[in-house]
């Protein structure tokens, strides 16, 4: 059969629909009789688009029919890789297998680590290098370009001309990609896209001399490599063979076409292939550059003859060439009259932030699929935007598949495996710990209920500052806990998890990641069974930890336990987990690469946010851009280029909706460059173009009815349940905000401090309280405090800051308290008992308390002291009423209410650690008695326990044995925080004035 006259090269226009108007071509022209269309061979970028087509097929065939041959060419972006026509099993000795990429990524790093020496980042920053390097590798390798071009004069003047770090990362470049040339000529290996290209020749130079006996079309390819591009000529010119592009504008004028630039062909000798003012951000560009590469005219192509189920208007295909015009052209906008700038069927929405703007793009897609048989497709490379938009879907009980997939971190397989990596790097620290025993995965089954109840009684006992590295001190909790009635059964499961615990915290110093692999899978496994492997995250996190491992062990790959999460999480963020299809069939949730030749009636394009769509072009990390524009390699912006060529085509569909937000999470944003020329070429049209209603309902949806202000709680429970005890520290509690004694005591709600807290003024009193009172009971012997302290700090694990700023303070306060106990004890005054607790009956109430420190003074009466870490209750507030706990611990003094004490109570004093008032010099710690002084105002000390007394009764009368409501909030100025503001609602009644409905 004679070669055709000219290659046979078509373009789908954006409006036709690419996937249906390429299958409703391709059944009548290879439809033959009997087994024609079965003995076409249609050659497709990725698996996701032979999915597309073959929903095509079915859509189109209008009954049973056999479907042609599919081959995938694959596709880098999507870590897909040659179907089996292009790279058969035995393809021939003449090409080498590709070297593993996990080896490569990993053997990468130990060259870069000998090549930099002491100037090597730690190994995470070292992989994350090694890693970017590759792909580097990569992107010359697709351009085939070699090391010898790397090191020709011309590279090398422009490096010299360049700042010292980039002729430094430069140089390394070249030395590890020499090194690591060398050692895959050692093996007999090349880089994977080596070995493409050399896969792609071979099949153009068999194809070019032996053309296939049946017809052959490439379809929707649009990678501009060279070795790609020159077997797509080979196609081109084959009988009965075919090359379809999606979207190529050929109504696009001759002199805008021309403004592209050179796209890949050096406009004369030594010059580069790409001009410094090539539109490499223009949708057609890579176009271009494939068309250029392949040796093929624009005027060469031609109109593909038919078009799609969805179809848009051929208007719309003219909107999108003028939308996208190069700066100069898009002057022209100002002379289009408003048919040429209008874009029916297109419209655009502005949300306030990334939540609203999930719910109205969910309200769009429920309200198309309130028609039959219409089908909806949300393109968006936001992965979270995607995830909001599904979850609020099945609010109708719609269950749509994210075709871009998860990252392998993000998936309950996934959580896993990083959960034991920080268990490890933490030393069993609470936060990672708890969180893996809680993990949904981990000891499922029959058994779930007792796991987590032994899971949540750990959780209440680790609650404060972070304890001692290790299981030691999380052993000792269990054990306290285990005191209690039923704790045999919480110490026996807390001896399984140190048995699967226990190796991984072995791990100490330098490693091997393929041993800490090992002992990841092995702990993982014990704590989760099969669970862990069974689902579709499960399974691709056993084929990464196998790839891993293997390449670890062959590289020699070796780290700290504390490098191991950033490590993994690094790798797994690489790996993306797609769903096994099983979702709504008239919804699909895409992102740009995945939906490439898709169509649906209506498009919804969200996210479109600079930095997200498009995507903010990276700098190589070793290679400066003029090296690369000199060697030929398309700079960071071309895959601007790439996201307005799929916005293009998702613009051709029937009905289109641009959205975005106008903040995210961490700001203001600003508008996609796309959407700000929309804008710009509608002009005054685009208010006509706005989509508010969904907005609206988007705000509506889950706003509630109204409902009346709250007003000043007063709880009055029965008498029954107001007779509770009565500590010495909630009087004041009880008579200024009785509220917060009822949800205290009553209702027995207590505020759980955080995980891994840090350390609160409570905090520090607690260590100060257990540091003297041991102290105490040790003989108080000078000289042993300050070690003691220092011990007690060390174990509490607490910031390094927050020791630095407080152990200067703390140390001053203790020598104070040392030496003024001494002098004490030279005027005859002696320390009874210390963190001493006792209680006393009054009228049938429990009132109890614990005494800091109980001294006995020279005449034989009692002194009542309180250790305070701040400042002590002023004079005016034990006047008033308050502050009275001193002298309730006196009371119970006085009734003889604390073990093996007795006498009169008559002194009260605060010791303060806080820094001495007035002093100079920054002296720490001082005795303050808060009563009446020759130059202050206050109580008389004689009256001290007779207004406690009264105090004590009175509230005892109104509340605990009365029945005076438990008013909030009635001495707000008494505290300066409040645990239980919100459980009264606070802020919705204040303001209103905090005096109404006050009661007595």
């Known amino acids: 059969m004679a070669e055709p006259a000219r290659p046979q090269i078509y373009s789908i226009a954006a409006h036709r629909g690419f996937a249906d108007a390429l299958v409703a071509g391709l059944i009548p022209r290879y439809g033959e009789a009997d087994l024609g269309l079965a003995r076409l061979t249609l050659l497709l970028p990725s ?42 099993l035995g393809a021939g000795s003449a090409i080498p297998p590709a070297a593993d990429p996990a080896h490569r990524w990993l053997r990468l790093a130990e060259l870069l680590r ?24 990569d992107r010359l390798a697709v351009e085939g370009i070699d090391l010898g071009d790397l090191l020709t004069e011309r590279v090398a003047d422009i490096v010299g001309e360049l700042a010292d770090h980039w002729r430094e990362s430069t140089r390394l470049f070249a030395r590890v990609q020499a090194r690591w040339l060398a050692q895959l000529a050692m093996r007999g290996e090349v880089d994977a896209p080596e070995r493409r290209n050399a896969l792609f020749a071979h099949a153009a130079e068999l194809w070019r001399a032996h053309p296939p006996e049946h017809p052959v079309v490439a379809a929707g390819i649009t ?77 060469e ?24 015009l190069p700066p100069t052209a898009s002057a022209r906008w100002v002379d289009l009259p408003a048919n040429r700038r209008r874009l029916s069927g297109v419209r655009l929405m502005e949300s306030a932030h990334p939540g609203e703007e999930a719910q109205a793009i969910a309200i769009l897609v429920r309200e198309v699929l309130e028609t039959p048989e219409r089908r909806v497709a949300v393109i968006t490379p936001d992965r979270g935007l995607a995830g909001r938009v599904i979850s609020h879907l099945r609010r109708w009980g719609v269950e749509a598949d994210d075709s871009a997939g998860t990252a392998l971190p993000l998936t309950a397989a996934g959580r896993v495996l990083l959960l034991l990596a920080e268990v490890v790097a933490q030393s069993a620290a609470p936060v990672p710990l708890l969180a893996l025993l809680n993990h949904p995965l981990v ?78 899978t092995a702990a993982g496994e014990a704590l989760c069974g099969e669970a862990l492997w069974s689902r579709a995250d499960g399974r691709a996190l056993a084929s990464f930890i196998e790839d891993l491992r293997g390449a670890a062990e062959a590289a020699g790959t070796r780290l700290t336990p504390a490098e191991l999460p950033a490590v993994l ?230 910031h390094p800051l927050v020791r630095s700023l407080w152990w200067p303070r703390l140390q001053r306060a203790l020598e104070w308290i040392d030496a003024e106990i001494a002098a004490q004890a030279a005027d005859g005054r002696q320390v009874l008992k210390t963190e001493i607790r006792g209680e006393m009956r009054v009228s049938g109430v429990r009132v109890h308390g614990q005494a800091d420190r109980i001294d006995r003074m020279p005449d034989g009466s009692l002194a009542i002291i309180d250790y305070k870490t701040g400042a002590p209750p002023s004079r005016r507030r034990v006047k008033d009423g308050f502050a009275l706990q001193l002298g309730l611990i006196g009371l119970i003094a006085a009734a003889d209410g604390f073990p093996e004490i007795s006498g009169d109570p008559e002194w009260f004093e605060y010791w303060s650690l806080a820094k001495r008032p007035r002093s100079e010099g920054g002296q720490f710690g001082y005795v303050f008695a808060p009563f009446r002084t020759d130059r202050a105002d206050g109580l008389e000390r004689e009256d001290f326990l007779d207004a406690s007394q009264a105090k004590l009764d009175e509230a005892i009368a109104r509340f605990i044995l009365g029945n005076e409501p438990f008013a909030a909030s009635l001495q707000p100025d008494l505290y300066g925080y409040n645990e239980y503001d919100q459980l009264m609602r606070l802020d919705e009644w204040q303001a209103r004035g905090r005096s109404d409905g006050a009661g007595a």
């Open 569 to 798: 999480r690094d790798a797994m963020d690489r790996q993306a987990v797609r769903p096994p299809w099983g979702g709504h069939p008239r919804v699909a949730v895409y992102g740009l690469l995945e939906a490439r030749m898709s169509r649906a009636d209506l498009v919804i394009c969200g996210g479109l946010t600079e930095g997200s769509w498009p995507g903010s072009p990276g700098a190589e990390p070793l290679l400066p851009p003029a090296v690369l524009r000199a060697l030929g390699v398309p700079g960071g912006e071309f895959r601007i280029g790439l996201a307005a060529h799929d916005l293009a085509g998702a613009l051709g569909a029937p009905q289109v909706v641009l959205s975005w937000a106008r903040r995210d999470e961490g700001g203001p944003v600003i508008p996609s460059r796309f959407v700000l020329r929309v804008q710009a070429m509608l002009g005054e049209l685009a208010e006509s173009h706005r989509e508010i209603e969904a907005v609206e309902l988007a705000r509506e949806i889950d706003r509630g009815s109204k409902v009346a202000a709250a007003e000043r709680p007063m709880p009055s429970p029965g008498s029954e349940q107001r007779k509770v005890d009565l500590a010495v520290t909630s009087l004041d509690r009880l008579l200024g905000d009785p509220y917060q004694f009822y949800a205290r005591a009553i209702l027995g709600l207590r505020v759980l401090d955080p995980l891994d807290a840090e350390p609160t003024a409570a905090w520090k009193g607690t260590v100060v309280h257990k540091v003297l009172d041991e102290w105490h009971k040790a003989g108080g012997r000078a000289g042993e405090l300050l070690a003691r302290a220092s011990e007690e700090l060390a174990a509490m694990q607490a």
């Open 443 to 520: 000891g499922a089954g029959e058994g779930r209920a007792d796991w987590l109840a032994h899971a949540r009684a750990l959780d209440l006992r680790l609650r404060g500052p972070r304890p001692a590295p290790g299981l030691p001190p999380l052993q000792a909790a269990v054990a306290r806990l285990a005191k209690r009635a039923g704790g045999e059964a919480l110490a026996e499961w807390w001896q399984g998890i140190e048995s699967v615990l226990g190796p991984l915290l072995e791990l100490a110093g330098e490693v091997q990641l393929s041993d800490a692999l090992d002992r990841l």
């Open 223 to 299: 990678s501009a490599s060279p070795a790609l591009a020159g077997l797509l000529r080979v196609v081109s010119e084959l009988p009965r063979g075919a090359v379809i592009l999606p979207d190529l504008d050929l109504s696009l004028g001759a002199e805008v076409w021309d403004a592209l630039g050179h796209a890949g062909v050096a406009p004369g000798p030594g010059e580069p292939p790409f001009g410094s003012r090539d539109a490499v951000t223009h949708p057609q560009y890579h176009l271009k550059l494939l068309l250029n590469r392949m040796g093929i005219n624009r005027d």
């Open 301 to 324: 192509v031609d109109a593909w003859h038919r078009a799609g189920l969805s179809a848009a208007p051929p208007e719309r295909s003219h909107a999108i060439s003028n939308l996208f």
């Open 114 to 137: 000998e090549e930099m020496g002491k100037d090597a980042p730690k190994t995470p920053g070292l992989l994350r290098l090694a890693f970017e390097t590759g792909r580097t590798m």
């Open 47 to 88: 698996r996701r688009a032979e999915r597309i087509v073959t929903e095509a097929f079915v859509r189109l065939s209008g009954g049973g029919m056999l479907l042609p041959r599919m081959a995938v060419v694959g596709d880098l972006d999507l870590d897909e890789v040659l179907g089996p026509l292009l790279d058969p």
